[in-house]
């Protein structure tokens, strides 16, 4: 059997014992720490390190190979191979010198930088760094030690690179932070989904803490790990002593808990920072007082995104479907006119609305799919969290989004026929993804329930012959149009019962299209959400818009027990009292219209008063009987006036003004549609910008939001805006003012020449200047016309203009 | 972190929200939402350096740096309180907490701007306790280049001289502004006691 063999028996089934800290011993024998080329010009001191925890009981030789890589060794005199095969060399030495039998583990370490979005590096870029490194490594060592990582889109770089360029096996260490999660956020369940799902050996932390800090993230990591788990502390937190840093913890402390963690469940341990040849010993010398019981916890179906974990588990999860073309023209124009930020933007508020996964399609036709799907899952992993769900029918696309995606994804979707299991297996499982697959073969969609699980069978036991084990298969049983197939809508329902049950696998459906073709459909889309969620639905894909089925979903949590003290649902539906009752009243009022309307009209004004934007627009839409601009001079206007005096007397602050005319602006979209098109009410427009220079763009933002929330129609240029561009946005859209924002003294110069090339140009319109560094003062010297010193000053300015402008 | 919204790590928040009444119930609960949505989200790192005094011409210097303290406001503070040392230090709530705020933009501008005040209260509270952690409690106040003459240049001058501060993901652009924008420098002068220098 080979080394890496031998290791890879050893994992999980005895104890395995890492080394300690390098740099703490470089330290003590008063050797400079950091110096890449330790390795070749003083090997002595290197093999002497080695040698002392061999001796001391270390089955593993990580060689001295931290932070060596192209991005480290820019400028320097030596080349990454030549330090590689240095630091090896020295390895095998202190081997052959101690005569132990131990592993050399090739030490792979973090860039130190991050990927983007949040650094510079692209991802590609990581893994070709990586790659490098288990190019001239892989020939002489028996495994790969991953350590000392915080940011887990790294990891994933590392691991695809060793995975994808030999057969050794990958111990995967992750660094928290003192507040339980890695550098970028990532939680233990996170990291042991991703590492697990990517096929590493063995799971393991390292450095920044003590083993007591660490204490609760073991915990965590082991209420979940299948696979075994190895803890590398430091000794204690770093301290300062006015000339080294030391550590704090002697080895019988460390020991100590040590001990309590294999009590835990540990499979191995070592040492990070601080800790020295005595700290292993002492925790060997502990292990024998304790039994080795490690035990794998039971599989979950798990997906992740940049920072959130949803299982498909107990808990009904709404998967967000609008990030999907079909049927929505919008989307088709933002996506052929590559305006993804729009896209980004319905992801967001898919979110707000209750979503915990996110649907992800950009198949339209002549498009450049695999790019556009890849450019989207960039661009909305820089705003969102939440897993998201890679919906294609083109591999090539699958592959490509799935390898930047920035966690472990949901594929959308295999099905039962043959060429596409065999096309989108093995991208399932390089980048450890879930996948649906779907009850449909060579033959289409079986019109019996008997029939569709034949086909969710089929597609588990395929799976496993690709290395896919089942927890990692969710089942669309598939949904037909009751109208034309009504036999079968029951036959859907029938197959999510025998999934759920049989199989004890995750189910999904998309939901709309059982109601197609019918009257009411959200009364047939919410009642057939029940029905499968009875039978054991767990991801519905469907509109997280829809209140009626996401209530219907946050009920069915309540009755059957899910969600635990209702406490979901209370804070959802929190609001919805207010609803009923005001429903209630116009029920049972229906004799006398205008006393319905004038209970509405106090409750929308109520609504806009307290920012409840669900209730303001459910409420107008039920004032059928007062005519639009009625709405809004008698009820929206007095509201967000009350609101403005409340602020202007400080019983309110700034989030709740604009809480206020957010829902205004809500309620005045509803009433825009039916108002008389003919009818010339436009207030404005206005340009507002942030000037060039300033980046800070909060308060040209906040402006924006009361200004339409009185109606005003917002041209917003953003932040960071030459004068030459303004001065192009008021040739183009004939406002009636300019309001231009400045946060900074450095940035208010480019205020002044923005104003002077406006008026240079013969551009008479007023300008409106506001910003921290803003005075009226300020605003005379640069040549502005009115100084808004807040955004319901600004509002009063802008009336002035537009009365001014409305008489003549 | 502790969340305490009655506390100064609140009164903060409400500053900067230019808020001087006594907050409401419901006030308080929606600072409390925001601190903990930017603790889901924070990535929080500190790093710091030492310097020795000395003094130049009746002026105080950084022994063995580049970075000029040569500003009223800070040689009154170091000379008023016999400063013998300095340590200056920088946080970071990390580039997260800037992409959440910047996520609210469009669909929820209100939350943007209660998550931006809390968010610059929190790296305050951060640095607090960053400093607290050296061991340096209240020793002379707390400077920072942009607050009152102090210019901003001098953060540059810091990001150049202190190599700490270049491994901890945060940029500084053309204008000496901080990205994350949720990034705190500080200085801090004390009397060193045995062994600390």
Redesign the interface.
């Known amino acids: 059997m080979n080394r890496s063999k031998e290791l890879v028996e050893i994992i999980g089934k005895r104890f395995l014992i890492s080394d300690g800290g390098f740099g703490s011993m470089l330290q003590k024998h008063g050797i400079k720490t950091g110096d890449a080329g330790l390795n070749i010009n003083n090997p002595e001191a290197v093999i002497r390190i080695h040698e002392a925890y061999l001796n001391c009981g270390s089955q593993i030789v990580t060689t001295n190979t931290f932070g060596i890589d192209r991005i480290h060794l820019e400028g320097s005199e030596y080349s990454v191979k030549q330090v590689i095969a240095a630091a090896i060399t020295n390895a095998k030495q202190a081997i052959t010198n101690t005569s132990k039998d131990a592993f050399i583990m090739y030490d792979m370490s973090s860039t130190g930088k991050l990927l983007k979005p949040l650094g510079d590096l692209d991802f590609d870029e990581a893994y070709e760094t990586f790659k490098e490194l288990v190019d001239f490594a892989k020939n002489d060592v028996d495994g790969f030690f991953i350590e000392t990582f915080s940011d887990l889109y790294e990891m994933k770089a590392a691991i695809l690179a060793i995975k994808e360029n030999c057969n050794l096996p990958v111990i995967a260490s992750a660094t928290f932070s003192s507040n339980g999660k890695m550098l970028t956020g990532a939680s233990p369940i996170q990291v042991v989904t991703m590492l697990e799902n990517l096929g590493v050996d063995m799971l393991a932390v390292n450095c920044s803490l003590g083993p007591k800090e660490l204490l609760p993230i073991v915990d965590q990591i082991l209420s979940v790990a299948t696979l075994p788990f190895l803890v590398q502390p430091n000794a204690g937190l770093p301290r300062f002593d006015g000339v080294n840093t030391y550590y704090e913890i002697d080895p019988i402390e460390f020991a100590s808990y040590i001990g309590q963690m294999i009590d835990m469940g540990i499979a191995g341990f070592g040492g990070c920072c601080g800790t020295t040849p005595e700290h292993i010993k002492a925790c060997i010398e502990e292990s024998y007082k304790h039994e080795f019981s490690y035990s794998p916890k039971n599989n979950a179906t798990r997906v992740t995104g940049t920072m959130k974990c949803v299982e498909i588990g107990n808990r009904v999860i709404c998967c967000g479907e609008r990030l999907n073309p079909t049927g929505k023209p919008k989307m088709k124009l933002a996506l052929a006119e590559g305006r993804l930020d729009d896209i980004v933007t319905e992801g967001i508020k898919q979110i707000e609305a209750g979503a915990k996964v996110l649907d992800v399609n950009v198949g339209i036709p002549n498009i450049d799919e695999p790019q556009i799907l890849t450019d989207l899952i960039i661009k909305l992993q820089e705003l969102i969290d939440v897993p998201l769900q890679i919906d294609s029918s083109d591999p090539v696309a699958l592959d490509r989004a799935c390898r930047i995606y920035n966690g472990i994804p949901l594929v959308n979707s295999v099905n039962g026929k043959k060429e596409v299991m065999d096309s989108v297996f093995p991208i399932v499982k390089k980048y450890g993804g879930v996948v649906i697959g779907l009850c449909i073969d060579d033959k289409g969609i079986p019109p019996t329930s008997d029939e569709r699980f034949e086909i969710a069978k089929s597609i588990v036991k395929e799976a496993q012959k690709h290395g896919i084990p089942s927890h990692r298969i969710i089942i669309d049983s598939l949904v037909l149009t009751a109208s034309a197939q009504q036999k079968e809508a029951i036959e859907t329902i029938k197959c999510v019962s025998m999934v759920t049950k049989e199989l004890g696998l995750g189910t999904t459906l998309g939901l709309s299209n059982v109601s197609f073709g019918l009257p009411n459909r959200p009364l047939i889309n919410r009642t057939f959400l029940a029905m499968a969620m009875q039978a054991g639905l767990k991801l519905p894909i469907m509109n997280p818009f829809d209140r009626e089925l996401m209530g219907t979903i946050d009920a069915y949590e309540v009755l059957g027990n899910f969600d635990e003290g209702a406490s979901s649902y209370i804070e959802n539906h929190k609001d919805d009292v207010s609803t009923v009752a005001s429903s209630s009243k116009s029920i049972s009022s229906t004799s006398d219209n205008s006393n319905d309307d004038s209970n509405s009209a106090s409750v929308l004004f109520d609504a806009i008063v307290k920012g409840q934007k669900t209730l303001a627009v459910e409420t107008v839409k039920q004032m059928k009987d007062i005519a639009p601009l009625d709405v809004v001079s008698l009820h929206m206007i007095p509201a967000l006036d009350k609101v403005g005096a409340d602020y202007d007397s400080g019983k309110i602050f700034l989030p709740q003004l604009m809480m206020s005319a957010e829902t205004a602006k809500l309620v005045f979209d509803v009433l825009k549609e039916n108002i008389d098109s003919g009818n010339d009410n436009k207030k404005g427009p206005i340009i507002l910008a942030t000037v060039e220079g300033d980046v800070h763009d909060i308060g040209k933002n906040i402006v924006k939001v009361v200004l339409q929330s009185y109606g005003f129609e917002v041209v917003d240029l953003g932040k960071d805006i030459k004068a030459s561009e303004i001065y192009d946005a008021v040739v183009n859209y004939n406002p009636i003012a300019v309001g231009l924002s400045a946060l900074m003294t450095t940035t208010v110069v480019y205020m002044r020449k923005t104003i002077e090339l406006l008026r240079n140009k013969g551009i008479k319109i007023p300008v409106i200047v506001g910003g921290a560094v803003l005075s009226q003062d300020v605003c005379d010297q640069i040549g502005g016309d009115y100084y808004g010193k807040d955004a319901m000053e600004t509002v009063r300015i802008a009336e002035t203009i537009y009365n001014k402008i409305d008489r003549k | 972190?502790i969340i305490d919204v009655e506390g100064l790590m609140g009164q903060r928040a409400?500053k900067y929200?230019?808020?001087?009444?006594k907050?409401s119930k419901e006030?308080l609960e929606?600072l409390f939402s925001s601190f903990s949505e930017i603790?889901?989200?924070?990535?929080?790192?500190s790093a710091h350096k030492y310097f020795q005094l000395e003094l130049c011409d009746g002026k105080y210097a950084l022994k063995d740096s580049q970075i000029n303290i040569d500003y009223p406001p800070i040689q009154n503070m170091l000379g008023k309180k016999k400063s013998d040392s300095v340590c200056i230090f920088l946080s970071t709530l990390?580039?997260?907490v800037d992409?959440?705020i910047?996520?609210?933009?469009?669909?929820?501008?209100?939350?943007?701007?209660?998550l931006?005040a809390c968010a610059s209260s929190y790296i305050e509270s951060v640095t607090d306790e960053y400093q607290r952690s050296l061991g340096l409690g209240d020793e002379t106040f707390r400077y920072a280049p942009g607050y009152g003459k102090v210019p901003?240049i001098m953060q540059k001058e810091i990001f150049e001289s202190i190599s700490e501060f270049r491994?901890l993901?945060v940029e500084l652009?053309e204008?000496c502004?901080m990205h994350p924008?949720k990034s705190m420098t500080g200085l801090v002068g004390f009397r060193s006691k045995e062994?600390?220098?």
């Open positions: 972190m409400l929200l230019r808020y001087t009444e907050p006030q929606l603790q889901e989200v924070e990535m929080i790192e990390g580039i997260g992409r959440r910047e996520s609210y933009k469009d669909s929820n501008p209100s939350r943007m701007v209660l931006d901003l491994k993901h652009d204008n502004i924008f062994g600390r220098i």
